[in-house]
Every structure is written in structure tokens, then in C-alpha cells.
């Protein structure tokens, strides 16, 4: 292990899928000085990140920004649009839906948790954590709810927990084809500003996301995408509601302030941060996750290992789950890659704990990043005695090299 007062030479590789690196440009931003909250200077400031946070929500409708992590937006979600003893359809896709399915009890809703039924019989992982959400088994269930007593479907876009990602407009799809009333909440705290997400096109009624993942920022920001119909639906919701309160935040953001004190030296990295995508283009941000992500799956599938999502047509962009043999503890395995080479890889959770670890491919990043994220955990592999089928190493180098990037680097300001 190394020392708490002790550092290796070098950079540390956080290669985990969030938080993610956080670029000089953005530390910069940040390092300003603190300003006055309710002044005329801060008023431009607030009025600029809404703007821009409602381009990379693709939506034309308000978004709430709060000083709390993506659970205090899971939570104002779920509270400013239902009422004790609602009923809300939710999907099992891994651990997060799991954890967002626990708040929904906790805050005294009745939570209806579809899933995938089975086990995977080649790796003996469930079924349900290795695939997305089933749009069709939403819809069937919708249409069983004759009397409408489901107030809210909810699902996660980008799985973090296995790298999944589901299809959220065929989620839309179900609701409507099932003609049924019911709210879209759906949760892409790690897809945001990684993988494609449209607000308003996919008909999406309250998004739920956060800073520390493709936003490049530090955790401690975290936002509800808002439509007319979830605005509406607020005002009749009774669970109780204070801080998560969208109508005061909604009215007080037309002006640029907040109705208590923002975080402003994280607002002020968020500005940074939205300039640097929406300078390079959403779709080439997209474009570039799309390109890693397949890089690093060719060093999986190169290493003879399965890859935890089992769906090509949903793999994220964002991070790459890699199943370890059986017998093999990928946390252990972990830790002999962190504590020989500094580098930290996402941990398995919940339900496939010690069966996988995660490769994070996601915000500042870039091949060379990549490369020695895989090297690392090449030689973890050999050091630990886990048989591998062939280089990862070589056949990751091999595919970027044939894939160049097709956007210019951008020149740091």
C-alpha cells in the first residue's frame, strides 16, 4: 500500500468511470476568486451555465442545478413530482437501479423493480445486470395498469455500475404505445455530455444527472432536466420538499441566482467546462467516447474475457466492465494494479462485486491515457498469474492506429 504522506512520481491514472479527470483549463476556471452571490457579476454567470447546461440536455425547458451529488438529484426527482404511497415502475439494470429503487422505498413510495430474469450461464453473473432495459416489459406492464395507479417510470440511461446503456427513446415508445400517463424519470449521471442524450426528443419528463462524470468537474453539482409536464405535475406532488423545491429555483433562474447559496467556484469551472464542448461539438464529444470505447473492448476481447455488458448494441461509451475468470478476485486484482502502477479502476458493485472491474473512458482523456490504462492492467494481469488470451496492449494500439480521431485537437486556452 502506499502511504497516505507518500506519492509515487508520475501522475496518477484515474481510470475509473467517475469522477473523472478534471482538465487544467477547468482547475483554472475555479481558482477565481469568490464573488458576490447576489450580485450584478454572478447574475451573467448563472444565466450563462443554464444556457449551456439546456444545449448538452438537448431541451428548450428549464434545468435545475443543486450543490449535492447526483443522490440529492435522484431525490428531487422522485420528490417534487409524486406523493406518499404513489406507485412507480422502475427497471433493474445494476447497481444504481438498485440504489435509486431504495430511495423510492425509503421515501414511502411503492416501487414496482422489473428485471431481466436469469443467470448468465458462461460466467454466472444475472442476466439482469448484463443488459438494458426492456422496453417491451414496460410497455406490457403499462398496459396491464388499466385504473393508471403508476405515476412514474424510471430507469438509468447509462448503467455505471456494468456499461450498459439502454435505449431511453424506446422507453418513450412503450409509455406512449401503451397510452399511459405516466412520468419519464430517467437518470444519466454518467452519460451526460458522453453519450447521446436528448431531453426533449425522447420525451423525457425529469433527466437526473451530475458534474463529476463526463462535465469533467469535481463532484458537488448535480441537475434535474425539467418538462412542461413534470413542471405541472409538481404542483399537486405532496411529498415534502424544501431545498429540492423546483419552483423557487426555476423562478429565482430567470434572473441568474438561486434561492440559497451555490457552490460558485464549481459554477465557475462549469462554464469552463461547457465551453469546451460546446467548442468542440456535442457530436464530435460523442464520436470520441464512441472511438474509446471500442478501443478498449478490442484489448478485452483480446485478452480472451468477457465484457459485462453481453449486448453490443448497448455497450457504453462510457466505461468497459471486464468479467474475470471464475476463482479470480477482480478487487484484489485491483489492488495489485493500484498499488504497483497508481492506477485506480471502478470497482464491481452490489450484485458482481469481486466478479469485475471497470474500465472508466470517459471527460479528459485521450489514446495515450488509454493505452497506459491498459498496460497497467496487462501487467496486473500477469503479475496475478490470470491467463489471458493475447495482448490486449497490441491489439488496442493496432486498432487506434487504424482508427485515427477524426477531430483536430483543440488548443488549450
Not at 447526483?70 to 440504489?99: I, K, Q
Not at 403508476?150 to 427513446?169: F, L, P, Q, Y
Not at 497490441?394 to 480521431?405: E, K, Q, T, V
Amino acid at each position: 500500500m502506499i502511504p497516505l504522506d507518500q506519492h509515487p512520481s508520475g501522475r496518477h491514472f484515474l481510470q475509473i468511470p467517475g469522477p473523472s479527470p478534471v482538465p487544467d483549463r477547468i482547475l483554472r476556471a475555479m481558482s477565481l476568486p469568490t464573488i458576490d452571490h447576489r450580485g450584478p457579476e454572478f447574475a451573467h454567470l448563472g444565466k450563462k451555465v443554464i444556457a449551456g447546461l439546456q444545449q448538452v440536455f438537448q431541451t428548450r425547458h428549464p434545468v435545475a442545478i443543486y450543490p449535492a451529488s447526483g443522490t440529492g438529484a435522484w431525490e428531487a426527482a422522485l420528490v417534487n413530482v409524486l406523493s406518499a404511497g404513489d406507485s412507480v415502475l422502475m427497471f433493474e439494470t445494476g447497481h444504481f437501479a438498485t440504489l435509486w429503487q431504495k430511495m423510492a422505498l425509503r421515501l414511502g413510495l411503492k416501487p414496482e423493480f422489473l428485471s431481466v430474469p436469469g443467470t448468465c450461464a458462461s460466467t454466472g453473473l444475472p442476466l439482469a445486470w448484463r443488459r438494458g432495459v426492456d422496453a417491451g416489459l414496460i410497455e406490457q406492464r403499462l398496459r396491464a395498469d388499466a385504473g393508471h395507479s403508476i405515476k412514474a417510470v424510471c430507469v438509468v440511461h447509462n448503467e455505471t455500475s456494468t456499461g450498459v446503456t439502454s435505449d431511453i427513446a424506446a422507453v418513450r415508445r412503450a409509455i406512449d404505445a401503451a397510452r399511459h400517463p405516466a412520468l419519464l424519470l430517467v437518470d444519466t449521471i454518467s452519460g451526460l455530455a458522453s453519450a447521446e442524450y436528448r431531453h426533449d426528443d425522447w420525451g423525457v419528463d425529469v433527466t437526473v444527472s451530475g458534474s463529476q462524470k463526463g462535465l469533467m468537474l469535481p463532484p458537488g453539482i448535480s441537475f434535474n432536466a425539467l418538462s412542461p409536464k413534470a413542471l405541472e405535475a409538481s404542483k399537486t406532488a405532496t411529498l415534502p420538499r424544501a431545498f429540492w423545491a423546483w419552483d423557487e429555483i426555476v423562478e429565482m433562474n430567470k434572473t441568474g441566482y438561486w434561492p440559497y447559496t451555490p457552490n460558485t467556484n464549481l459554477l465557475y469551472g462549469l462554464s469552463e467546462a461547457l465551453d469546451m464542448l460546446l467548442e468542440q461539438g456535442l457530436p464530435a464529444v460523442f464520436a470520441r467516447h464512441q472511438r474509446w470505447a471500442e478501443g478498449v473492448r478490442t484489448a478485452v476481447k483480446s485478452w480472451g474475457l468477457p465484457i459485462q455488458c453481453a449486448d453490443p448494441a448497448v455497450y457504453s461509451p462510457v466505461l468497459t466492465g471486464v468479467v474475470t475468470p471464475v476463482g479470480v478476485d477482480a478487487d484484489q486484482l485491483r489492488r495489485l494494479i493500484h498499488d504497483r502502477f497508481d492506477l485506480s479502476l471502478g470497482t464491481g458493485l452490489g450484485r458482481v462485486k469481486g466478479r469485475m472491474f471497470r474500465i472508466g473512458h470517459l471527460g479528459d482523456c485521450n489514446d495515450l491515457t488509454l493505452m497506459a490504462a491498459l498496460s497497467g492492467v496487462e501487467m496486473g494481469f500477469k503479475l496475478s498469474g490470470v491467463p489471458i488470451a493475447g495482448s490486449g496492449v497490441m491489439a488496442a494500439m493496432d486498432w487506434f492506429a487504424a482508427h485515427p480521431a477524426q477531430q483536430p485537437l483543440q488548443a488549450a486556452a
